[in-house]
């Protein structure tokens, strides 16, 4: 079973920084591309970086400068390092993986339950 948790969301104040993490079980990590979204209250779930299997990364242009996306193919992490926080980045912050399951090896596209991010101005 393929599993996604993050951690490290929680309050922090304009400026500030926030590491988030997410934990990946059940899946060949290191053949998977990676990706943070995050989805605001009354809005969609957007984008927000993408690292692939060789480590190239991709950012949105509204935390491009501001957010750091890395892994750790040995210990099955993705880290999201996020400063200068804004008010407008309070968001519910997920992961998503999309690569094999170490049991049947077949791709598939899968998500964590999100962990909450606020900004206070």
């Known amino acids: 079973q393929v599993q996604l948790v993050e951690s490290g969301g929680g309050l922090v104040q304009a400026g500030g920084s926030l590491r988030l993490s997410c934990a990946v079980s059940?899946?060949?990590?290191?053949?998977?591309?990676v990706n943070w979204y995050r989805q605001a209250p009354g809005k969609q779930r957007e984008l927000v970086a993408t690292i692939s299997s060789g480590g190239s990364t991709n950012y949105a242009d509204f935390v491009k400068g501001r957010f750091t996306v890395s892994r750790d193919n040995t210990k099955n992490m993705l880290y999201l390092q996020m400063s200068s926080l804004k008010p407008e980045d309070t968001a519910v912050y997920y992961c998503?993986?999309?690569?094999?399951?170490?049991?049947?090896?077949?791709?598939?596209?899968?998500w964590g339950q999100g962990t909450q991010v606020t900004v206070s101005s």
């Open positions: 059940g899946l060949r990590f290191s053949s998977s591309v």
């Open positions: 998503n993986a999309k690569g094999p399951n170490i049991v049947t090896m077949r791709s598939g596209d899968y």
